[in-house]
C-alpha cells in the first residue's frame, strides 16, 4: 500500500448494472413488478424510441470499481478493487470517494469518465447520502471548482484530450486506444456482458474485466504524457516495463492480471524498426 503522499493520480473505471427495483418504481410506479421484468421493459422502450437498449446511468449502480494508484513521476504504484469480493454499492461508493479524500484529492485519470463514471458515482453518492464538500467545491473560483470541465488538476478525461473535448467522435474507444499501445484492449467480455453476468452471480469476473480496462487506461494515459510532453517514449517504455513487472508478479494470484498477461503486446517503435 503506498502512502497517500505518494498518490498523485487515481486511473480507475466503473462497472455498473441497471438497478430493476428503482427502474419499476420510478419508471413504472409499481411495488410488485419484478426487477428483471422491468429491465427488459425499459430496454425495450429505449428501443422503441431510440433503437439502442443502453439504460441511462441514473438507473444504475456500480458494482465493480478498480483503481489504479499513480505516482507524480507517473509510475504504477498499486491497483485495488474496492469492496472485494462483496462489492456492495454503497461501500464501494464510500471507499471511492473517501480514498479520494485520504490520498488528498489526487487527479482522476479516467476514459470517457465525465460522461459515465464520474457522474455516476456522484449520483450514487447521492443516493447513499455520503456528503463530498471538498469535491462540489461550488464556492471556489470556476476554474478551481473540482466538477469543472477544464480542472486538469482534477480530472483528466483521456477519451476528451483525444476528442478535443468532444469535437470528434473517438470510434473505436478504449479498445482501439490501447490496441495503438500494443495493449490488449477488450478481450473476452465487453460491457455489453456485464448485466448478465452480475444476475449470474459472477462479480469476480466482473471485477477482473474491470481491472483489464484500468491497465488499458493507464497504459494510454502514458502515451498522452508523451504527445503533451511530460515524457518521452524511452521512459514511457520504461514505466510500461515496470507495470508489466507487476502484473507478472501478482498473475497466480489473480485471473485478471494472467488474461492481461496473454493477451499483452509491445508497441513497435517505428523509430527504431529500421524503416
Not at 3 to 23: H, N, P
Not at 33 to 41: F, L, N, S, T, V
Not at 152 to 161: A, G, Q, T
Request: proline share 3%; charged share 25%.
Amino acid at each position: 500500500m503506498s502512502a497517500a503522499t505518494d498518490v498523485r493520480y487515481l486511473v480507475f473505471d466503473v462497472e455498473s448494472v441497471a438497478d430493476g427495483d428503482l427502474i419499476a418504481r420510478a419508471r413504472y410506479k409499481s411495488d410488485t413488478m419484478q426487477a428483471g421484468d422491468a429491465i427488459e421493459e425499459f430496454r425495450s422502450d429505449l428501443v422503441n424510441e431510440g433503437g439502442k437498449d443502453f439504460i441511462p446511468y441514473t438507473f444504475q449502480m456500480p458494482v465493480a470499481v478498480v483503481i489504479a494508484k499513480v505516482s507524480a513521476d507517473l509510475e504504477l504504484l498499486d491497483l485495488v478493487s474496492l469492496d472485494e469480493p462483496l462489492h456492495r454499492p454503497h461501500v464501494i461508493t464510500q471507499h471511492f470517494w473517501r480514498g479520494w479524500q485520504a490520498y488528498k484529492q489526487p487527479t482522476w485519470v479516467t476514459f470517457n469518465g465525465r460522461g459515465f463514471d464520474i457522474p455516476l458515482m456522484e449520483l450514487a453518492a447521492f443516493r447513499h447520502g455520503i456528503q463530498l464538500p471538498e469535491w462540489f467545491n461550488m464556492s471556489a473560483r470556476t476554474y478551481d471548482q473540482n466538477r469543472n470541465r477544464y480542472n486538469m488538476k482534477s480530472h483528466i478525461d483521456l477519451h476528451e484530450m483525444l476528442t478535443n473535448f468532444g469535437s470528434t467522435w473517438f470510434r473505436g474507444g478504449l479498445n482501439l486506444a490501447a490496441n495503438l499501445v500494443g495493449k490488449p484492449g477488450k478481450m473476452v467480455v465487453a460491457g455489453n456482458m456485464v448485466q448478465g453476468l452480475y444476475e449470474q452471480g459472477e462479480l469476480q469476473t466482473i471485477s477482473d474485466y474491470c481491472r483489464c480496462d484500468v491497465l488499458d487506461t493507464y497504459f494510454v494515459f502514458l502515451r498522452f504524457n508523451v504527445i503533451s510532453g511530460r515524457i518521452d517514449v524511452t521512459r514511457e517504455q520504461e514505466l510500461v516495463a515496470k507495470a508489466k513487472q507487476y502484473i507478472v508478479e501478482r498473475a497466480d494470484d489473480c485471473q485478471a492480471y494472467a488474461d492481461y498477461l496473454e493477451g499483452w503486446g509491445e508497441w513497435e517503435n517505428p523509430w527504431t524498426a529500421g524503416t
